[in-house]
């Protein structure tokens, strides 16, 4: 089933969290760009995996998902399956202990800037790769 719709509002929505990371990134509030980077990226594969026709489990790495159904994504996103589902495996690992952190780990301390920025660029390029095969198909 094909809900053109609901694979477009995930990519509104991920569009807009990421304007909510530039708010986040410039109160330094490094963990929290990583978390929402990872939700930005979560939205973005699974409007594509819609938009395709593939029904996005509910969890929060669809990577095994891209791999095993990458012949039904468009063609010219297959040089690029292998990196969006890396980063949804690292941002992945990293998104719950960016929020809630761990008995030995507190999120503000842990993450750095540099964190931030590659969580940052990873969600950016991922919505780039996916918009217009969500959007404009």
């Known amino acids: 089933m094909r809900n053109r719709d609901l694979a477009a509002d995930h990519l509104r929505r991920a569009a807009a969290r990421l304007r ?8 330094a509030s490094w963990a929290d760009v990583v978390r929402e980077s990872q939700e930005v990226v979560e939205l973005t594969l699974k409007g594509l995996l819609r938009a395709c026709g593939v029904e996005p489990p509910r969890i929060h790495d669809v990577a095994d ?12 996103l297959a040089p690029h ?10 941002l992945r690992r990293d998104r719950e202990l960016a929020f809630y952190g ?7 301390t842990f993450y750095r800037e540099a964190d931030a920025v590659l969580a940052r660029d990873s ?4 919505v780039a790769a996916v918009r217009p095969h969500v959007v404009d198909a």
């Open 102 to 108: 761990a008995e030995d780990l507190t999120p503000s």
């Open 81 to 90: 399956i292998e990196r969006l589902a890396g980063i949804s495996r690292a």
């Open 65 to 76: 998902v891209l791999l095993a159904e990458r012949d039904r994504l468009p063609k010219d």
């Open 123 to 126: 969600a950016r390029d991922v």
């Open 20 to 27: 909510a990371l530039d708010v986040l990134f410039d109160s």
